[in-house]
């Protein structure tokens, strides 16, 4: 089986995630620039992180001007998934594969990336894995690259509308899950709720925008474990 997994084959699969980021990586290079920061800056974001909600969520921390340790707390937080997909995806990685190899694979490791390497029958091996990790990391770096150019000549209209791109991927992975599950929505619902807590409230408007994703994001997903947790069999 593990003949059939090979680099162009990790390609292949990799082609419509590249497609995908394109768009929403172009949006983020265009806002960078839209917010001041330097061409190189969104590039070099996009180069070393590769996560599209924890960039969008640093870069306009680094706008605002917050402190390193929030940026990091922040986007810790907001990435903090990965460490349960990557968890899952090492117990199907070749038992020999090297640890080099592995933390190669963990920096590519994103949603779609972990959905489409889990459905493949039997071990997964490194030359698939880089395959579509790097099919996909080309679509993210390039629209980075393009949004920054496009910034320069696309008229001002054009660019806010783009703007809403990331709220739209926000939309396009949360109303899924929760249509499919209650206490997503509920969770959902939540966080909302605390988040315009902070924002109405005189006093606690006053705290930055990196604080209140954490707080939100941990208080609501605590109160759902603890509120709403999974049955044994679910599991």
């Given amino acids: 089986m593990l003949k059939n997994l090979t ?20 949006a983020f290079g265009m806002i960078c620039m839209q917010n001041g920061l330097p061409a190189w800056a969104p590039i070099l974001i996009s180069l070393t992180n590769f996560t599209g909600t924890g960039q969008f969520a640093g870069a306009d921390l680094i706008v605002a001007g917050a402190a390193f340790a929030e940026i990091a707390f922040t986007v810790l937080i907001i990435n903090m998934r990965y460490l349960l997909m990557s968890l899952s995806l090492s117990q199907k990685l070749e038992q020999k594969m090297p640890v080099i190899k592995r933390l190669a694979i963990a920096f590519g490791n994103t949603d779609e990336i972990f959905a489409v390497a889990m459905r493949q029958n039997g071990e ?112």
């Fill in 7 to 26: 680099f162009s084959k990790g390609v292949r699969d990799g082609l419509p995630i590249a497609l995908g980021y394109l768009s929403v990586s172009f």
């Fill in 124 to 235: 997964l091996n490194f030359t698939y894995m880089m395959g579509l990790i790097l099919s996909a990391f080309s679509g993210w770096v390039s629209g980075t690259v393009l949004g920054v150019f496009a910034s320069s000549f696309l008229p001002a209209s054009l660019q806010s509308a783009l703007g809403i791109a990331i709220y739209a991927m926000f939309i396009a992975i949360i109303v899924p899950a929760a249509k499919e599950s209650k206490p997503i929505t509920r969770v959902v619902l939540i966080g909302v709720l605390i988040s315009c807590v902070f924002y109405y409230t005189p006093v606690l408007s006053a705290v930055s925008k990196g604080w209140v994703i954490i707080i939100s994001g941990v208080i609501s997903s605590a109160l759902g474990a603890y509120f709403f947790p999974l049955k044994e069999e679910q599991k």
